[in-house]
């Protein structure tokens, strides 16, 4: 709603005050039931001080107003928002690495959750596998991931190597991968 300009805001006023909108081509006013939720990043007390945002339309629409604070401020939910992504984006066999979990969780996230989506969708498109590694990942997020040495992983799968990925996770990706390349025969794969 921040973006609407000026010249239109009159015309929202007006058709959430009435509840009449002329529809594109008609010459008649039609009634609507409606309820409008409206989101922005923009501060519209400042853009209403600088004459960009009317008052009346901004005391129209804010009845409840909701702050969600940016991604990167909830780190808790990077994770469960990374998976529901692939999960809408029909990759529901695809796991994330615990390497890329700590890019993900590492990065500022400066354009939010569609930036997320963003990254998840290009590591589904990249991974040959059902594992998403951080070299999936666009190079901003797998920059942010935090320096590690060999460490031992929080779930009890192995020790971490220098890229984040757990050993069997390398593993279970290498051996996918010969397999895929012998066309699923496991004693050329052996």
Not at 33 to 54: K, M, P, V
Not at 111 to 129: P, Q, W
Request: net charge negative; glycine share 6%; aromatic share 2%.
């Amino acid at each position: 709603i921040g973006e609407l300009p000026v010249d239109l805001q009159p015309t929202l006023l007006r058709a959430l005050e009435t509840g009449r909108v002329t529809p594109i081509g008609s010459d008649r006013e039609h009634q609507v039931d409606h309820r409008l939720i409206a989101a922005t990043n923009q501060d519209l007390e400042s853009a209403i001080a600088d004459g960009r945002f009317r008052a009346d339309l901004y005391y129209r629409l804010n009845v409840i107003a909701l702050e969600l604070p940016p991604l990167r401020e909830r780190p808790e939910d990077i994770l469960p928002l990374a998976r529901h992504t692939l999960t809408r984006l029909g990759h529901t066999d695809r796991r994330i690495s615990a390497g890329a979990s700590r890019c993900l969780q590492a990065h500022a996230w400066p354009g939010n959750v569609r930036e997320l989506a963003n990254a998840m969708e290009r590591a589904a498109l990249l991974s040959t596998t059902d594992v998403l590694l951080p070299e999936h990942l666009p190079p901003a997020v797998r920059a942010a991931r935090p320096s590690s040495s060999v460490e031992t992983s929080d779930e009890n799968i192995g020790p971490v190597d220098a890229d984040g990925d757990t050993l069997i996770e390398r593993e279970v990706v290498h051996i996918r991968r010969v397999l895929s390349e012998c066309g699923g025969n496991r004693t050329r794969a052996a």
